[in-house]
């Protein structure tokens, strides 16, 4: 399935606001092959080092059998991995550290960081459906399961400290 | 437990229940795959993720194998649980869980019974929502089974 596929799969287009954008290639490449004969070549910008370390770990998760856990867990859909990279372009910066990346049994993945006192977890159940947690280690008041749709911003302020 | 029927509904399959095998000291084991190990900075090192033990009542039930079961059937837990593939199991006892269930009415509390798969008749569930705080606090209250080297656990606060 593409990513134009999941895209109307999952939500109708004005329901997208994680703020990636499908249409553009995010590969480290010169695109305008196929463009006339004066276009300039667009350069895309170069990727940030977590996302080639990420994607690889996506794709991976993608091809576990069914049972990895020892009992009966399905693995990560390709939906729900598209989904996760499409969160983390939309909030990660260049310098953000690359997210610890679990499969869960019930079909989704778990991004986390333990960096900087701080322990985040994005649990995403399936695209759309996602909970926040975060602990500080300087006694603020932990985030416990908060649920997140489609606004990731707050994801990102806790971000904003790592990076 | 002689005399005690799984429930199951219309399509056979094993309805959320408690079992009367699974009580009070009687263990329960969780595998630990690979997958499941994270790295931590904040403490220095690899750790076992909250992943491990989260459930949400939408996707099924938390997988686990009834120790007892396992040892009724003159097995051995260590060897039944582990493979090349699952290198390390946590063990915990149903009354350490129930400690964590935040429940306050018994409708509400989390099940924790049987469903015997065909290749794993010690297979059994926890039913319930289980939070990222209350995975931790299962897993602090945990003790390895089979440790997997290099990896730690998370330990009780306060030396509980």
Redesign the interface.
């Known amino acids: 399935m593409s990513l134009q596929e999941l895209r109307y799969a999952e939500h109708s287009p004005t329901e997208w606001n994680v703020g990636f954008d499908w249409s553009a290639d995010h590969s480290n490449t010169t695109i305008g092959s196929g463009a006339p004969a004066r276009a300039a070549p667009i350069r895309m910008p170069l990727r940030s080092g977590w996302q080639a370390q990420v994607e690889a770990k996506l794709a991976k ?1 993608t091809l ?1 059998q069914r049972g ?6 399905a693995p990560p859909s390709v939906l729900v991995t598209a989904f996760a990279m499409s969160v983390l372009n939309s909030v990660m910066k260049p310098a953000t550290p690359a997210p ?1 990346i ?7 993945v ?1 991004l ?1 960081w ?6 985040v ?1 994005l ?1 995403i ?1 399936r695209p759309f459906e996602a ?1 926040l ?1 975060v602990e500080f ?1 300087d006694g603020q008041p ?1 985030v ?2 908060r649920p997140l749709t489609t606004s990731f911003d707050s994801l990102g302020e806790v971000l904003e400290k790592l990076a | 437990m002689a005399g005690f029927v799984l429930p199951k509904d219309g399509d056979g399959e094993v309805t959320p229940h408690n079992h009367p095998d699974l009580i009070d000291d009687r263990r329960l084991i969780r595998r630990i795959s690979g997958d499941y190990i994270v790295r931590d900075d904040n403490r220095g090192g690899n750790r076992i993720s909250s992943a491990a033990f989260k459930n949400d009542p939408r996707r099924g039930y938390l997988s686990v194998d009834s120790e007892k079961c396992i040892t009724d059937k003159g097995a051995d837990p260590v060897a039944w649980v582990t493979s090349p593939q699952w290198r390390g199991a946590l063990v915990i006892s149903v009354e350490h869980v129930r400690g964590i269930d935040p429940a306050t009415t018994d409708k509400d509390r989390w099940l924790i019974g049987m469903v015997p798969l065909p290749d794993n008749g010690c297979h059994g569930a926890i039913w319930g929502k289980i939070t990222a705080g209350q995975s931790n606090d299962l897993q602090r209250l945990s003790d390895w089974l089979v440790p997997i080297p290099g990896v730690e656990k998370l330990i009780p606060v306060n030396g509980e």
């Not at chain 1, 990895?68 to 867990?73: E, H, L, N, S, V």
């Open positions: 998760l576990l990895w856990d020892g009992y009966d867990a610890s679990v499969p869960t049994h019930g079909g989704g778990q986390e333990h960096v900087g006192g701080l322990d977890e649990m159940y909970e947690s280690s932990a416990e399961e």
